[in-house]
């Protein structure tokens, strides 16, 4: 599994002009395929005139699924180009279509390639883009004694506490990344004499936005 993976948030579009022609890429983040193919049907739909709508889409935090199409340009000249730029900015569950607006003057094969990578490009920079980190929730259950100590050993370690519920105990649920999983559990148990109760719950991804926390399971 791996530690990260990069992801878009809010999807954006992007246009450039190479002799005449109009290259205009709109870009979504997918969660499945048949969000995907939607996606490039409504384009379709929505460009019904231009001379083409080519897309490429990954799926999954290891890229387990590629797709592509040149629609009717030369092979390897629209889908495949598109695709590169998604997989080389290491880019995740995100599906983008170039539409082209044939301008009467061939770009042949090199210009094709520039042209569609060039428009996937701009789209990606007008989206929102967010990179995901691993990390495991840890729920722990203590007295009104111990939570002091659980929010100073947070703070210092830099963690975030999710959330705390107050009743006859405390349990406070935590983000934290496995490579301090040890450690803090470690000095947890230290400064409560070992009368917390910690329990591993889901893993996650999460991302920081705008003082917001984006979870998803792993």
């Given at each position: ?106 770009l ?13 490009k ?78 591993e ?18």
């Amino acid at each position: 599994m791996p530690t990260s993976y990069k992801t878009v948030y809010a999807g954006g579009t992007g246009e450039i002009i190479e002799k005449k022609s109009r290259f205009i890429a709109t870009v979504i983040p997918i969660t499945s395929e048949e969000e995907a193919l939607s996606f490039i049907e409504q384009m379709k739909k929505k460009y019904w005139d231009a001379a083409h709508n080519c897309f490429a889409y990954v799926l999954g935090s290891n890229h387990e699924l590629q797709r592509c199409s040149d629609d009717g340009e030369p092979s390897k000249t629209a889908g495949r180009p598109m695709l590169d730029v998604l997989l080389g900015e290491g880019i995740h569950n995100t599906a983008v279509v170039v539409t082209r607006y044939f301008g009467g003057t061939l770009l042949g094969t090199g210009g094709l390639v520039r042209a569609y990578q060039g428009a996937t490009k701009e789209g990606l920079a007008n989206s929102v883009i967010i990179e995901k980190q691993y990390g495991k929730q840890l729920e722990i259950t203590t007295d009104y004694n111990g939570i002091g100590k659980l929010q100073y050993i947070a703070s210092t370690m830099n963690l975030t506490i999710l959330s705390t519920d107050y009743t006859d105990i405390v349990k406070a649920t935590l983000l934290i990344p496995p490579d301090s999983l040890g450690l803090f559990m470690k000095k947890i148990t230290e400064a409560t004499n070992g009368r917390a109760i910690m329990e591993e719950l889901d893993d996650v991804f999460y991302a920081f936005l705008d003082q917001e926390i984006l979870i998803e399971k792993a």
